[in-house]
């Protein structure tokens, strides 16, 4: 039994950190081979486990400093049919490693949750094709078919929602929130953004929240958004909207490069956590009802450390270093 899928606390407006850059982390900080960003496939390992558990650990730990709760995602962003193959997944063997995966994540909140920092578990989608280009698109039905496989495997293990992340075009949005309405699971959606602060499909933000919603009778529980510098997305808030109170959260990227150049870059770019902290916690301006905040990629705990001083800060509260 999932802990809180039938009253989620990420939707009482308590304040939330996220983990940052799994991924981003392993690779250029641990050095370690991550074929497709793939970090599930560590599972299969004692010692693999272990480095993703340090770093479960690590935010969690940030999270008691900071008196919040946690969000920590499933590493199953790959972990869905296609790219289950291209690892050499069999279809059994993919239902396996996103329940390990899970698991993995309820015997970590048995140990670590406390009343001050409840630990919300979000099993990871990720998107069929590549985060960073829309490709080959899906139409709705299509996408459905595709993510009700892993959404399924999910819902059957103690997760208390899933989520699809990086999403960039706006059907496959819509096919995830209506396979998690099959499976009778919440779903949150996060879309990423160009340096134009529209998506990859130059749909607008306002046009994905909005149509997704209008095509799921809002069955989404919130939309966030991923993968993305502030300062890529800040004035397509700046637009306002009622749309804007679909948004609870926002995991940024700690780079101003476009995906493009992120793409063709060799080295990490994790940029300057404080300005980084100063202008994710801005985005409250804009946001009134943001409260799950952290990092995506080139992200790590002290990015998400000055998030929350920043965010305590403009709370004027005191600020523990």
Request: glycine share 10%; charged share 20%.
């Given at each position: 039994?999932?802990?809180?899928?039938?009253?989620?606390?990420?939707?009482?407006?308590?304040?939330?950190?996220?983990?940052?850059?799994?991924?981003?982390?392993?690779?250029?900080?641990?050095?370690?081979?991550?074929?497709?960003?793939?970090?599930?496939?560590?599972?299969?390992?004692?010692?693999?486990?272990?480095?993703?558990?340090?770093?479960?650990?690590?935010?969690?730990?940030?999270?008691?400093?900071?008196?919040?709760?946690?969000?920590?995602?499933?590493?199953t962003w790959r972990a869905s049919r296609d790219w289950g193959r291209k690892l050499g997944y069999s279809a059994s063997a993919l239902v396996d490693a996103n329940r390990r995966a899970a698991n993995q994540?309820?015997?970590?909140?048995?140990?670590?949750?406390?009343?001050?920092?409840?630990?919300?578990?979000?099993?990871?989608?990720?998107?069929?094709?590549?985060?960073?280009?829309?490709?080959?698109?899906?139409?709705?039905?299509?996408?459905?078919?595709?993510?009700?496989?892993?959404?399924?495997?999910?819902?059957?293990?103690?997760?208390?929602?899933?989520?699809?992340?990086?999403?960039?075009?706006?059907?496959?949005?819509?096919?995830?929130?209506?396979?998690?309405?099959?499976?009778?699971?919440?779903?949150?959606?996060?879309?990423?953004?160009?340096?134009?602060?529209?998506?990859?499909?130059?749909?607008?933000?306002?046009?994905?929240?909005?149509?997704?919603?209008?095509?799921?009778?809002?069955?989404?529980?919130?939309?966030?958004?991923?993968?993305?510098?502030?300062?890529?997305?800040?004035?397509?808030?700046?637009?306002?909207?009622?749309?804007?109170?679909?948004?609870?959260?926002?995991?940024?990227?700690?780079?101003?490069?476009?995906?493009?150049?992120?793409?063709?870059?060799?080295?990490?770019?994790?940029?300057?956590?404080?300005?980084?902290?100063?202008?994710?916690?801005?985005?409250?301006?804009?946001?009134?009802?943001?409260?799950?905040?952290?990092?995506?990629?080139?992200?790590?705990?002290?990015?998400?450390?000055?998030?929350?001083?920043?965010?305590?800060?403009?709370?004027?509260?005191?600020?523990?270093?």
């Amino acid at each position: 039994m999932s802990k809180y899928r039938n009253r989620l606390p990420l939707l009482e407006d308590h304040p939330f950190m996220t983990d940052g850059g799994l991924e981003t982390s392993l690779i250029f900080h641990q050095g370690v081979e991550l074929p497709y960003f793939a970090s599930y496939d560590l599972l299969k390992t004692e010692a693999g486990t272990a480095l993703i558990e340090s770093h479960y650990e690590r935010f969690t730990n940030l999270a008691r400093k900071h008196g919040v709760g946690i969000v920590l995602a499933t590493p199953t962003w790959r972990a869905s049919r296609d790219w289950g193959r291209k690892l050499g997944y069999s279809a059994s063997a993919l239902v396996d490693a996103n329940r390990r995966a899970a698991n993995q994540l309820a015997q970590f909140r048995s140990k670590w949750e406390t009343p001050a920092t409840p630990i919300v578990i979000v099993g990871t989608i990720g998107p069929r094709g590549d985060g960073y280009q829309a490709g080959a698109r899906m139409n709705v039905g299509e996408a459905q078919d595709y993510h009700q496989e892993q959404i399924d495997s999910l819902t059957a293990t103690q997760v208390d929602m899933v989520g699809g992340f990086t999403l960039n075009y706006i059907d496959e949005a819509i096919g995830m929130v209506q396979a998690a309405k099959v499976a009778g699971v919440p779903i949150s959606i996060s879309f990423t953004l160009e340096t134009d602060g529209r998506l990859q499909s130059a749909n607008t933000l306002q046009e994905a929240v909005e149509r997704t919603d209008a095509e799921t009778a809002g069955y989404a529980s919130f939309f966030m958004i991923n993968c993305a510098h502030p300062s890529h997305f800040e004035t397509t808030l700046q637009s306002g909207g009622d749309w804007l109170q679909r948004i609870r959260g926002v995991r940024a990227n700690a780079s101003r490069l476009s995906h493009a150049e992120l793409d063709e870059a060799e080295e990490l770019d994790d940029g300057n956590p404080a300005e980084f902290g100063e202008e994710t916690a801005a985005l409250r301006a804009f946001l009134s009802r943001m409260n799950i905040v952290g990092g995506c990629c080139g992200t790590d705990h002290r990015h998400a450390d000055q998030i929350w001083k920043a965010i305590k800060r403009g709370n004027g509260q005191a600020v523990q270093q």
